[in-house]
């Protein structure tokens, strides 16, 4: 077994806390560090199916990229999907570990799991947020390249068939060839100006408005929005497996489980 604590101080090496924005919520949510567990969900939200699926493998700990609770909380109403939420896991013993900007921010982490998906390669940084404890740029997305030049709509389709998700937009700025590509996971549309900036022929992010990519074309700039879920899922794969590492090196017997049922709330018709 494996107490919450030490599953934090796992998480800690992998993203550590001081790297997430401040307006940012990781960490424990919902449980006690004293808490122990023989098996661990890994999901990227902690959605009443994920519950589920912890509460029938007999898991005590679930950890998350997106926080269960973002924001101070006044009340805990059980008549409403967070607090029934809450009190579902409370009832169940399950305790919720949250690492959001900063497993996007950490080395190995939801940006770099989404480049090497999509074929991007030579990776530097992006938006610098702030220096690691050794000095070293912390940035919020990755600015890389492809082996070779691509088509925008090349890239696209590319970019489509290496992440979960039925579709995606681009934004073809003209003729320009797909070589230098910036990516940030998630919501990233506020850093198209920083893209183009750096010389990116693409960028790659989600949650992209009408006039955002109105600012690209005439910078210049291609844009796929490959989606929230799309550019985020990915990392549970990878964060599972990181635990399950981590976890066999202490030698500690623990079964870790991806979330593979989770799908992304837009549909295409």
């Not at 519950?51 to 009340?75: G, R, S, Y």
């Amino acid at each position: 077994m494996v107490s919450v604590q030490e599953a934090m101080d796992i998480m800690e090496g992998f993203a550590p806390k001081h790297l997430a924005e401040d307006w940012d919520n990781p960490g424990l949510l919902v449980g006690s560090p004293a808490q122990r567990t023989e098996r661990i969900v890994c999901c990227l939200d902690v959605s009443d199916g994920v519950v589920q699926q912890a509460i029938e493998a007999d898991a005590h700990l679930i950890v998350a990229h997106h926080p269960l609770i973002f924001k101070a909380m006044k009340n805990v109403r059980t008549d409403l999907p967070l607090g029934a939420r809450i009190a579902k896991l409370l009832k169940h013993d399950i305790a919720v570990i949250a690492a959001h900007t900063n497993l996007d921010i950490a080395e190995g982490g939801v940006n770099d799991v989404l480049a090497k998906a999509i074929g991007v390669g030579k990776l530097s940084s992006f938006v610098i947020e702030q220096q690691d404890e050794d000095g070293r740029p912390a940035s919020l997305g990755r600015i890389g390249a492809l082996p070779a030049p691509m088509t925008i709509a090349d890239f696209a389709a590319q970019v489509r068939e290496a992440l979960p998700t039925a579709h995606v937009r681009y934004v073809d700025a003209g003729p320009r060839p797909v070589r230098k590509v910036a990516l940030c996971s998630g919501s990233g549309a506020e850093f198209i100006g920083r893209a183009a900036a750096l010389g990116a022929d693409a960028y790659v992010t989600g949650d992209v408005r009408y006039h955002d990519a109105q600012h690209a074309a005439e910078l210049g700039l291609h844009v796929i929005d490959a989606g929230h879920f799309g550019t985020e899922f990915p990392v549970v794969a990878s964060l599972r497996q990181r635990l399950a590492d981590a976890l066999a090196e202490r030698k500690r017997t623990v079964e870790v489980i991806a979330d593979t049922q989770s799908e992304d709330f837009f549909h295409v018709i």
